[in-house]
Nanobody
Framework: QILESGGGSVQAGGSLKLSCSVA????????MAWYRQAPGEQRDVVAS???????DYVESVKGRFTISRDDTENTVYLQMNSLNPEDTAVYYCNTLRGALRWGQGTQVTVSS
């Protein structure tokens, strides 16, 4: 149901844009979110976006990451700028409640 893409390896200060294609109407699903999971840590929300376009970010990514959505394409995006090594993780998308079966995620690796 979910396919994340766009990850890769970049140096600190670089940028990546992640995409999340959902095989369902994301408008009907409501608030969508990007999560990340670093090795040995739990999966946490980093950004969310409501149907109305209201966004919320975890403090550590504010001003650097931008979440957006295209309801016509059932796709959610995460633009990540000024990346630092602490952003290294596998990134996933889902509803804010985690209602869908999780995808495989996309690996983001930031080197110093």
């Amino acid at each position: 149901q979910i396919l994340e893409s766009g990850g890769g390896s970049v140096q600190a200060g670089g940028s990546l844009k992640l995409s999340c294609s959902v095989a369902r109407s994301i408008w009907r699903l409501g608030t969508m979110a990007w999560y990340r999971q670093a090795p040995g840590e739990q999966r946490d929300v980093v950004a969310s976006i409501s149907n109305d376009g209201n966004t919320d970010y975890v403090e550590s990514v504010k001003g650097r990451f931008t979440i957006s959505r295209d309801d016509t394409e059932n796709t959610v995006y995460l633009q990540m700028n000024s990346l630092n090594p602490e952003d290294t993780a596998v990134y996933y998308c889902n509803t804010l409640r985690g209602a869908l079966r999780w995808g495989q995620g996309t690996q983001v690796t930031v080197s110093s």
